[in-house]
């Protein structure tokens, strides 16, 4: 895999549907001027992904599109069949994408980096329209300023999402405690109107309408009769029925269900809604509170930026998550709620309405709305954590509450051929991570930093003000191009002089046009009047750095394994028998630190670990004794400058451990 390899590009973008600077059509025109200045074969044209769009398909020749699809939503169609498509085709050189808030726009900007490296890994140059990453030569290892940047970047995309989701639920909020709605469709038996600040009703709002007006609301008053009739009915079938007989019931009767001849999307995928009833429609309609006249937000807390709490938004929980890491809709007790008075006098009797809810709540177990606890897989120095003595792998083992590694040699050997070495888990990771921050804040890391931001805050100055400029520019150009072709072959055609002069005249100054917009092009591509001011940016990153170190704490060491993986850490342990009162324990005497592709400090056993092996093989003991080399030395690593092999300043430090 070569950076420089020239072989197919593809594009993907993921669209809300939206208004953006520039549509996909012209974005993949972007992408065709791109791929021929690389030099990298490209199918696709502004007619391919509009045509996608009108049929909704995900993928045609090497356009990838996810549309109408939210940027945190990380499981994606296109995107999915994308990753397919460039581990089995080695061709793949060049991915086209508009901006990296279109590749992903996760709460947590180690998801977007992560979803970058996945194609870089595999030799895939990344081209932006603002910027292109190459793809990483084999066995290189991301360097760590580049890392940072693009963190960066991606976090930035987040926080816009994080603005948003505040404004919205602080809006929400007031909406709810005004007893209006918070948007969306109004529930079975409800029409939506638009309401005046003190809640005169105005007009009834068509489905899906959406009215902007001052001082007027949306608020959700009784709908038709019909509805209310078939309401009174459900509720008080269920005093005397279960919720799956009442629903059976009605799917007999062929009355269609609320939300029949409806589309949804599911997983990306449309389908229609069937009018079948189902127990959960018939207990929502029966529990809604605006029967009793009361409004309720916050019954369920969604999404994975801020999370509703009756005073404002908090940030997400761990138990906001589901084990796979996604965020989950989360079930707010009654207490929680914002309850309020609707426009409207009660429905139904509110004391017997308050028996039939506990009474469905009783028949429906106490199964809802309880959170599930999260259990993290939780390894993060899974095979990069070694017992010097020995030169085996030290392996995971749950111990007390926590866990800790011991050597996989005397656990595989029923402890005959190697001691009872070990080493508690976090703090082990702990140390591991403090390692790469020392790293990071080291003058040489510091001065590498510095100067790849300066590039960087050079090449950004010129984007933020010029880059919808230039990518306009770009499409102009293919255009212009486009219509100077067309002009050259009319002139071929042209059947009087009085024709060829004319026509001339066009191609003249569609070739003048050509070479302007190439060179205004040129100048912004170039344009480097920025104002410097990369000792701020240097302290950015540098908190950054800091933060992410933070971040893999406190999410119960998950990240840890995903910075330990990216910056390639080591661990080396030595141990030596200590005395300690009257027994004698294995205690850690020191060790070596590796980062990036700097060697190990030992030969690492590559040989078999099965216990059986492990046994027969078992004449060479060495029982907690020290390998004949002991002065390792650490060698060269990847980042700082690297090229005076400066040491790490870890080694040797039992202090911490
Ligand atoms: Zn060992």
Same mark, same amino acid.
């Given at each position: 895999?070569?950076?420089?390899?020239?072989?197919?590009?593809?594009? %993907?973008?993921?669209?809300?549907?939206?208004k953006?600077?520039?549509?996909?059509?012209?974005?993949?025109?972007?992408?065709?001027?791109?791929?021929?200045?690389?030099?990298?074969?490209?199918?696709?044209t502004?007619?391919?992904?509009?045509?996608?769009?009108?049929?909704? *398909?995900?993928?045609?020749?090497?356009v990838?599109l996810? $549309?109408?699809?939210?940027g945190?939503?990380?499981?994606r169609?296109?995107l999915?069949?994308?990753?397919l498509?460039?581990?089995?085709?080695?061709?793949?050189?060049?991915?086209?994408?508009?901006?990296?808030?279109?590749?992903?726009?996760?709460?947590?900007?180690?998801?977007?980096?992560?979803?970058?490296?996945?194609?870089?890994?595999?030799?895939?140059?990344?081209?932006?329209?603002?910027?292109?990453?190459?793809?990483?030569?084999?066995?290189?290892?991301?360097?760590?300023?580049?890392?940072?940047?693009?963190?960066?970047? %991606?976090?930035?995309?987040?926080k816009?999402?994080?603005?948003?989701?505040?404004?919205?639920? $602080?809006?929400?909020?007031?909406?709810?405690?005004?007893?209006?709605?918070?948007?969306g469709?109004?529930?079975? @038996?409800?029409?939506?109107?638009?309401?005046?600040?003190?809640?005169?009703?105005?007009?009834?709002?068509?489905?899906?309408?959406?009215?902007?007006?001052?001082?007027?609301?949306?608020?959700?008053?009784?709908?038709?009769?019909?509805?209310?009739?078939?309401?009174?009915?459900?509720?008080?079938?269920?005093?005397?029925?279960?919720?799956?007989?009442?629903?059976?019931?009605?799917?007999?009767?062929?009355?269609?269900?609320?939300?029949?001849?409806?589309?949804?999307?599911?997983?990306?995928?449309?389908?229609?809604?069937?009018?079948?009833?189902?127990?959960?429609?018939?207990?929502?309609?029966?529990?809604?509170?605006?029967?009793?006249?009361?409004?309720?937000?916050?019954v369920?807390?969604?999404?994975?930026?801020l999370? %509703? *709490?009756?005073t404002?938004?908090?940030?997400?929980?761990?138990?906001?998550?589901?084990?796979?890491?996604?965020?989950?809709?989360?079930?707010?007790p009654?207490?929680?709620?914002?309850?309020?008075?609707?426009?409207?006098?009660?429905?139904?009797?509110?004391?017997?309405?308050?028996?039939?809810?506990?009474?469905?709540?009783?028949?429906?177990?106490?199964?809802?709305?309880?959170?599930?606890?999260?259990t993290?897989?939780q390894?993060?120095?899974?095979?990069?954590?070694?017992?010097?003595?020995?030169?085996?792998p030290? %392996?995971?083992?749950?111990?007390?509450?926590s866990?800790?590694?011991?050597?996989?040699?005397?656990?595989?050997s029923?402890?005959?051929?190697?001691?009872?070495?070990?080493?508690?888990?976090?703090?082990?990771?702990?140390?591991?991570?403090?390692?790469?921050?020392q790293?990071?804040?080291?003058?040489?890391?510091?001065?590498?930093?510095?100067?790849?931001?300066?590039?960087?805050?050079?090449?950004?100055?010129?984007?933020?003000?010029?880059?919808?400029?230039?990518?306009?520019?770009?499409v102009?150009?293919?255009?212009?191009?486009?219509?100077?072709?067309?002009?050259?072959?009319n002139?071929?055609?042209?059947?009087?002089?009085?024709?060829?002069?004319?026509?001339?005249?066009?191609?003249?100054?569609?070739?003048?046009?050509?070479?302007?917009?190439?060179?205004?092009?040129?100048?912004?591509?170039?344009?480097?009047?920025?104002?410097?001011?990369?000792?701020?940016?240097?302290?950015?990153?540098?908190?950054?750095?800091?933060?992410?170190?933070?971040?893999?704490?406190?999410?119960?060491?998950?990240?840890?394994?995903?910075?330990?993986?990216? *910056?390639?850490?080591?661990?080396?342990?030595?141990?030596?028998?200590?005395?300690?009162?009257?027994?004698?324990?294995?205690?850690?005497?020191?060790?070596?630190? *590796?980062?990036?592709?700097?060697a190990?400090?030992?030969?690492?056993y590559?040989?078999?670990?099965?216990? @059986?092996?492990?046994?027969?093989?078992?004449?060479?003991?060495r029982?907690?004794?020290?390998?004949?080399?002991?002065?390792?030395?650490?060698?060269?690593?990847?980042?700082?400058?690297?090229?005076?092999?400066?040491?790490?300043?870890?080694?040797?430090?039992?202090?911490?451990?």
């Amino acid at each position: 895999m070569s950076r420089t390899r020239k072989g197919r590009g593809v594009f %993907y973008t993921r669209d809300s549907g939206g208004k953006h600077e520039m549509t996909p059509g012209q974005y993949v025109a972007w992408a065709q001027t791109r791929a021929k200045e690389l030099g990298v074969t490209f199918r696709g044209t502004p007619e391919t992904i509009e045509q996608m769009i009108r049929a909704g *398909t995900f993928r045609d020749g090497d356009v990838f599109l996810d $549309y109408e699809v939210s940027g945190n939503a990380l499981s994606r169609q296109a995107l999915n069949a994308l990753i397919l498509e460039a581990s089995e085709d080695v061709n793949i050189s060049h991915l086209f994408i508009p901006r990296r808030d279109r590749l992903a726009r996760p709460h947590d900007p180690m998801d977007g980096v992560k979803f970058e490296n996945l194609f870089r890994a595999q030799g895939i140059a990344v081209v932006f329209t603002d910027r292109t990453v190459a793809g990483f030569e084999k066995g290189q290892r991301i360097d760590i300023s580049e890392l940072i940047m693009s963190i960066i970047d %991606y976090d930035h995309a987040g926080k816009d999402r994080r603005d948003l989701a505040q404004k919205m639920v $602080y809006t929400q909020i007031s909406l709810a405690k005004a007893g209006f709605s918070t948007g969306g469709r109004a529930p079975f @038996g409800f029409r939506r109107w638009l309401a005046r600040d003190d809640g005169t009703p105005v007009r009834e709002l068509a489905p899906k309408e959406y009215v902007r007006m001052a001082h007027h609301h949306v608020v959700w008053l009784p709908g038709p009769e019909d509805d209310m009739a078939l309401i009174h009915r459900i509720l008080s079938m269920l005093t005397t029925q279960p919720a799956s007989r009442v629903a059976a019931t009605l799917t007999r009767e062929g009355i269609p269900s609320p939300d029949a001849g409806r589309t949804r999307k599911d997983q990306g995928i449309r389908h229609s809604i069937s009018g079948d009833w189902h127990q959960n429609t018939v207990t929502n309609i029966a529990r809604n509170p605006l029967l009793v006249a009361m409004t309720q937000y916050g019954v369920r807390s969604m999404g994975d930026q801020l999370r %509703y *709490t009756p005073t404002g938004p908090r940030e997400l929980r761990e138990d906001d998550f589901r084990p796979d890491e996604k965020p989950k809709v989360v079930r707010n007790p009654v207490e929680a709620r914002t309850v309020a008075a609707a426009h409207f006098e009660p429905l139904v009797d509110a004391a017997a309405h308050r028996d039939l809810i506990a009474e469905l709540d009783a028949r429906g177990g106490t199964q809802r709305g309880k959170p599930r606890s999260r259990t993290p897989a939780q390894n993060p120095l899974g095979a990069r954590i070694f017992d010097m003595n020995c030169c085996w792998p030290m %392996y995971r083992q749950p111990y007390q509450n926590s866990f800790r590694y011991s050597c996989g040699r005397y656990q595989q050997s029923h402890g005959e051929q190697c001691a009872h070495n070990h080493v508690n888990g976090a703090v082990a990771t702990q140390f591991g991570l403090s390692c790469i921050r020392q790293k990071l804040v080291s003058p040489s890391a510091m001065q590498k930093l510095k100067r790849r931001l300066a590039e960087l805050t050079q090449q950004k100055k010129a984007i933020p003000s010029t880059a919808r400029d230039l990518s306009g520019k770009r499409v102009a150009l293919v255009q212009v191009s486009k219509d100077l072709e067309r002009a050259a072959s009319n002139m071929a055609l042209a059947e009087t002089p009085a024709q060829f002069k004319a026509l001339s005249r066009v191609f003249d100054e569609l070739t003048q046009r050509q070479a302007a917009l190439k060179k205004e092009i040129q100048t912004l591509e170039v344009s480097t009047d920025a104002v410097r001011d990369t000792d701020a940016e240097v302290e950015a990153a540098m908190n950054l750095a800091e933060r992410l170190v933070d971040i893999a704490k406190s999410n119960g060491m998950e990240y840890a394994g995903d910075i330990f993986r990216m *910056t390639n850490l080591k661990l080396f342990f030595r141990f030596a028998p200590v005395p300690s009162g009257k027994r004698v324990l294995n205690k850690v005497t020191g060790g070596v630190v *590796t980062l990036g592709d700097a060697a190990p400090p030992i030969e690492i056993y590559a040989g078999r670990t099965d216990r @059986g092996s492990v046994k027969a093989s078992g004449s060479v003991s060495r029982r907690g004794t020290e390998p004949a080399a002991t002065h390792a030395s650490p060698t060269r690593n990847q980042f700082g400058s690297g090229e005076e092999g400066d040491s790490l300043r870890n080694v040797n430090r039992d202090d911490r451990i």
